[in-house]
């Protein structure tokens, strides 16, 4: 507990000390210990390792290289509450420093396992620490946010920014995160349900992305019909001139009159 946590303190400060802390050979032994028995040797374990990983993208593919991101998921997975903390918050800084090292986290199945997190954690710090890290996964591009998307992680984020009973900093990561994937995201089953539950300021950035997919997508803008979105489309009260209302002139534009 005592070395792994020392390790921390001095990588924590520069890229620079993160470098000569990995150069000591560190990997693949300090991987083992996100599997000891001790949770606080696995909490350590995974705090050295965000302390590394947040400095560079270089010192993060070195972590993903060294199979640090599928460790690291396996052991958010076998514990629970704050020892599972300095985990989430790595895959967060690993995924975001390129679309790369998130397709990493994807591919080791990251993003099932933050998804838990959302929904089983009591704790809203940790809570929010799950849905900043899903933002910084699903950011990147429409295969990042499809990738968040299917699994079913939009709505309880939502619940969450809606909800009276989570903190500040909480709704506000979990807005952030919403943001970041929504403003990527053009895979349309997982939108629709937000346009029936969505406040005002997130309702405009997801009635965006149908006004950019469905002008290319004839076979999306059949099912939007078919679905009831175009219908619920018309019912949305826009300012005239504002942003909101451009993007619906756009995706009404995509229709004959007749339908519309």
């Given amino acids: 507990r005592q070395v792994l946590s020392a390790l921390s303190e001095i990588a924590k400060h520069s890229v620079d000390l993160a470098e000569m802390v990995v150069e000591a050979e560190i990997f693949p032994v300090v991987l083992t210990c996100l599997k000891d028995k001790d949770e606080y040797v696995k909490k350590n374990a995974s705090t050295l390792i965000r302390e590394i990983a947040k400095h560079t993208p270089e010192l993060s593919q070195l972590i993903v290289n060294a199979g640090g991101v599928a460790a690291m998921i396996d052991c958010i997975g076998s514990c629970k509450g704050n020892i599972r903390l300095p985990g989430i918050m790595m895959l967060g800084y690993v995924a975001a420093h390129s679309e790369n090292l998130a397709m990493a986290v994807i591919i080791s199945k990251g993003v099932p396992q933050l998804s838990v997190c959302l929904s089983e954690e009591p704790e809203n710090h940790i809570k929010a620490a799950a849905a900043w890290a899903l933002g910084q996964i699903g950011r990147h591009t429409p295969e990042h946010a499809r990738a968040v998307a299917v699994t079913n ?5 939502l619940s969450l920014y809606m909800s009276r009973e989570s903190s500040e900093d909480l709704q506000i990561k979990s807005k952030k995160a919403i943001k970041n ?42 099912l939007f019909v078919i679905s009831g979105g175009l219908k619920k ?7 005239p001139g504002s942003l909101l209302q451009e993007y619906i002139n756009s995706i009404n534009n995509c229709y004959p009159e007749e339908i519309v």
Avoid: M, W
């Fill in 153 to 157: 992680t939009l709505p309880v984020l």
């Fill in 181 to 222: 994937i929504l403003q990527k995201c053009t895979y349309l089953p997982a939108l629709e349900p937000f346009l029936y539950d969505a406040p005002p300021n997130i309702l405009k950035h997801v009635v965006g992305q149908f006004s950019k997919v469905l002008p290319h997508d004839s076979k999306a803008r059949r």
């Fill in 233 to 239: 489309v018309q019912e949305i009260k826009a300012e």
